[in-house]
């Protein structure tokens, strides 16, 4: 028996972390915008947290519409943002990620999108008048250790994915330098051997003589 109760407390931990939300990761091209959009009944809280990986100043524009058109979240030239909110009005709510600021530097975004409560790992949780017992509550504690490693590796993938991006841009910036130094020092090389050569050479004068 004990067994069993311990398949279904970790059943319960797997569902409730895989429980409602939506990870993505997009490639923003320069002067464009991107737009995504959710149904959501009237009640409801959904939290948006996004952060731009790789591209320019790792900034990007954000903006977040309900139904009725009403902006109720903007920011410009975020690096990283988190917004909640709790619905007033049944519909499609909107968020769109804008790089139309950029004339020629590509972004890529990554973002999450949770909605609704996380529910409960255990059943009746919520309703109950006694303690939890000690399996329970260690299924409770597992549970809130599983998310803050889910977190932080995200967190920690992010930060290893932006860390690449600058260290690949910084890479290609130092090979191009290495070739112009290159060819710089190709150039003056001939320049000071024809120099050189020009201090060498004997000008002969010319041998037409004047006859009398």
């Known amino acids: 028996m004990p067994g069993a109760v311990r398949i279904l407390c970790l059943a319960a931990l797997l569902g409730a972390l895989r429980a409602g939300g939506t990870e993505l990761t997009l490639e923003l091209p320069?002067?464009?915008?991107?737009?995504?959009?959710?149904?959501?009944?009237?009640?409801?809280?959904?939290?948006?947290?996004?952060?731009?990986?790789?591209?320019g100043h790792y900034d990007v524009d954000c903006y977040v519409e309900d139904p009725n058109g009403k902006t109720i979240y903007q920011e410009t030239k975020k690096q990283y943002d988190s917004f909640s909110h709790h619905t007033e009005v049944k519909g499609v709510y909107t968020f769109c990620f804008s790089n139309e600021f950029s004339t020629f530097s590509h972004k890529i975004v990554y973002f999450d999108f949770q909605v609704g409560d996380e529910p409960p790992i255990l059943p009746d949780m919520n309703n109950r008048v006694t303690a939890l017992t000690q399996?329970?509550?260690?299924?409770?504690?597992?549970?809130?250790?599983?998310?803050?490693?889910?977190?932080?590796?995200?967190?920690?993938?992010?930060?290893e994915a932006q860390d690449r991006s600058r260290a690949e841009e910084l890479n290609g910036r130092v090979s191009y330098w290495s070739v112009g130094e290159t060819l710089i020092l190709f150039v003056v090389s001939i320049g000071q051997v024809v120099l050189l050569k020009s201090f060498f050479t004997e000008k002969r004068p010319s041998s037409g003589g004047a006859g009398t």
């Open 135 to 159: 399996l329970e509550s260690a299924c409770v504690t597992i549970h809130e250790m599983l998310k803050a490693v889910i977190d932080s590796q995200t967190h920690y993938r992010l930060r």
């Open 30 to 55: 320069d002067s464009a915008q991107r737009c995504f959009h959710q149904e959501l009944e009237s009640g409801v809280k959904f939290t948006l947290d996004y952060q731009v990986i790789s591209g």
